[in-house]
């Protein structure tokens, strides 16, 4: 039905607006389809899936750090260094969603869940933007491997939706001594090898399911997630360096305590 596409549209948007910041995209996503009663392919998989759309925008702006990293593989250091710090922060999440994959989805992907999250990682951002300095490590190329572990490690609070993948890595990155400007962008890169394992993974699982107008749907808000992307991947940082994260923590806040108060009426 048309409503169908022109919803999927609607929440390509607001995945693309949300995915780089730290409000949580999938929670956005989980609370509107809940509202709207949006009936995506079974099992979650649109929610996961419109992700990658955004995470193309990043391979987009990014491409020729991207492509000299990948050109540079086994003959420069600093490409070498690169890469192995995005497979170090990419790794726990690789086994920990893997293991938990059916608990997540089953359990943690609900509106009441979201609306916690949202309001405690709020709480948690305004305290972390309140009593972290500035921070010692001002570029990706000054990380460390056991840095770059211990972000990916606190990137897997981000499984409980809510929570916020990116603010999770940016959050922990601003913990243990990075720069503003320099966890946002390891936390877009990050998210490159991230989200394209949780969506082939996710499409793996539910390819049995999947059917003509589930697939049109996904590539609707998949496209849509992606242009609305490209558009604001570098204002988001601009944005981030001029005002830092406290817009978005009580902009958490007040979206989970709305959404509690509706949850609560029903």
Same mark, same amino acid.
């Given at each position: 039905?048309?409503?169908?596409?022109?919803?999927?549209?609607?929440?390509?948007?607001?995945?693309?607006?949300?995915?780089?910041?730290?409000?949580?995209?999938?929670?956005?996503?989980?609370?509107?389809?809940?509202?709207?009663?949006?009936?995506?392919?079974?099992?979650?998989?649109?929610?996961?899936?419109?992700?990658?759309?955004?995470?193309?925008?990043?391979?987009?702006?990014?491409?020729?750090?991207?492509?000299?990293?990948?050109?540079?593989?086994?003959?420069?250091?600093?490409?070498?260094?690169?890469?192995?710090?995005?497979?170090?922060?990419?790794?726990?999440?690789?086994?920990?969603?893997?293991?938990?994959?059916?608990?997540?989805?089953?359990?943690?992907?609900?509106?009441?869940?979201?609306?916690?999250?949202?309001?405690?990682?709020?709480?948690?951002?305004?305290?972390?933007? %309140?009593?972290?300095?500035?921070?010692?490590?001002?570029?990706?190329?000054?990380?460390?491997?056991?840095?770059?572990?211990?972000?990916?490690?606190?990137?897997?609070?981000?499984?409980?939706?809510?929570?916020?993948?990116?603010?999770?890595?940016?959050?922990?990155?601003?913990?243990?001594?990075?720069?503003?400007?320099?966890?946002?962008?390891?936390?877009?890169?990050?998210?490159?090898? =991230?989200?394209?394992?949780?969506?082939?993974?996710?499409?793996?699982?539910?390819?049995?399911?999947?059917?003509?107008?589930?697939?049109?749907?996904?590539? =609707?808000?998949?496209?849509?997630?992606?242009?609305?992307?490209?558009?604001?991947? %570098?204002?988001?940082?601009?944005?981030?360096?001029?005002?830092?994260?406290?817009?978005?923590?009580?902009?958490?806040?007040?979206?989970?305590?709305?959404?509690?108060?509706?949850?609560?009426?029903?």
């Amino acid at each position: 039905m048309l409503i169908d596409y022109l919803q999927a549209a609607f929440l390509g948007v607001i995945e693309g607006l949300t995915e780089f910041i730290p409000v949580s995209s999938t929670g956005h996503l989980i609370l509107l389809v809940d509202l709207l009663g949006f009936e995506g392919p079974p099992g979650k998989v649109f929610e996961i899936a419109i992700q990658l759309g955004a995470i193309l925008a990043i391979c987009v702006v990014y491409w020729p750090r991207l492509w000299g990293t990948l050109a540079g593989l086994g003959r420069d250091d600093r490409a070498n260094r690169f890469a192995v710090n995005v497979l170090c922060g990419f790794l726990p999440a690789l086994v920990i969603g893997f293991f938990a994959h059916g608990f997540i989805k089953s359990v943690l992907f609900n509106p009441w869940v979201v609306s916690l999250a949202l309001i405690a990682g709020g709480i948690a951002i305004l305290f972390i933007e %309140r009593d972290v300095g500035e921070g010692e490590v001002a570029s990706v190329d000054d990380f460390r491997f056991r840095l770059s572990l211990k972000i990916g490690l606190l990137q897997c609070l981000a499984m409980v939706p809510g929570v916020s993948r990116s603010g999770a890595t940016i959050m922990g990155a601003r913990l243990l001594g990075v720069q503003r400007a320099a966890a946002a962008e390891f936390s877009f890169f990050l998210a490159v090898p =991230t989200m394209v394992a949780a969506t082939a993974y996710d499409l793996f699982k539910n390819r049995d399911t999947l059917t003509l107008d589930g697939t049109g749907l996904i590539a =609707t808000g998949f496209i849509v997630a992606f242009l609305c992307a490209l558009l604001v991947v %570098r204002s988001v940082l601009a944005f981030i360096n001029r005002y830092g994260f406290t817009p978005f923590a009580w902009y958490r806040i007040a979206v989970g305590a709305v959404m509690l108060a509706v949850l609560s009426l029903r």
